[in-house]
């Protein structure tokens, strides 16, 4: 029998845009061999007292309460192939809509409701879906129109602009270490488990917006596409350099 994820140490829900909420907590996992904790962040969308979570992070029963005082959860968007281990927690406890791409398997083993495709439909509205094409794992982004384009994107690009308070300290050493600490960051980690084109994030920074929330890290404001491109170019730099 599926058992959900408890409900680990998080912040406060803060606001990130009109309409738009975030909040950062932990996330454990063990993996090759090594116990990591480092932080995620769950997006909230708002529209007419209905609410939208993507990237989902459960909550204690005070963040649940904190949750519940925006609106009524109606939807649920799962973006990353590695995510997902708290969605059933929300579809059960609200009855809500979980959206997805076809190709991803649900922490508990149960389809998605609707599937997310590029282009097409999107529960908060004016959202455009991008789909990474060329990665070996399904991994998708949200484009919203609103405040000059906000971002919203899982794995392959990430926003660790520091160790926070999330992490432990051995993790947060590690990935000081690997250099997945950073602003905009393509993280090697992902990059290296999906092989994904350099197309893809042509695409994806050719996107019109100004800001970016990931599901690590605080939102970026205003200099999103611009460190975005900047990073991509570092990427292209290294895999130059990479012997054949």
């Not at 929300?90 to 009855?95: F, K, L, S």
């Not at 991008?130 to 794995?155: H, Q, S």
């Not at 990931?214 to 990427?235: N, Q, T, Y």
Request: hydrophobic content about 45%; charged content about 25%.
């Amino acid at each position: 029998m599926f058992e959900y994820s408890p409900a680990w140490p998080h912040g406060e829900v803060q606001d990130a845009f009109p309409e738009v909420f975030y909040v950062m907590g932990t996330n454990r996992t063990h993996h090759a061999g090594i116990d990591l904790q480092t932080s995620r962040t769950m997006t909230v969308l708002r529209q007419n007292r209905e609410l939208t979570l993507v990237n989902t992070v459960r909550l204690t029963e005070e963040g649940l309460r904190q949750l519940d005082a925006l609106g009524r959860v109606r939807h649920i968007v799962r973006l990353g192939a590695f995510h997902g281990r708290d969605d059933p927690f929300y579809r059960d406890r609200y009855g809500a809509t979980l959206w997805a791409l076809p190709e991803a398997v649900a922490a508990d083993g149960r389809p998605a409701d609707r599937a997310l495709a590029a282009g097409g439909p999107f529960p908060a509205h004016g959202g455009i879906v991008f789909v990474f094409t060329t990665a070996r794992f399904p991994e998708a982004a949200v484009l919203l129109p609103g405040e000059g384009g906000i971002l919203i994107t899982c794995d392959a690009v990430q926003n660790w602009s520091h160790v926070d308070a999330f992490f432990s300290d051995e993790t947060g050493a590690l990935f000081v270490a690997q250099g997945l600490i950073g602003v905009a960051s393509i993280p090697a980690t992902w990059r290296e488990a999906c092989a994904p084109d350099v197309s893809d994030f042509r695409r994806l920074a050719d996107l019109p917006f100004h800001h970016l929330i990931s599901a690590h890290g605080e939102p970026l404001r205003d200099d999103a596409k611009k460190l975005l491109h900047a990073r991509m170019e570092e990427v292209l730099r290294l895999r130059e350099q990479e012997p054949m």
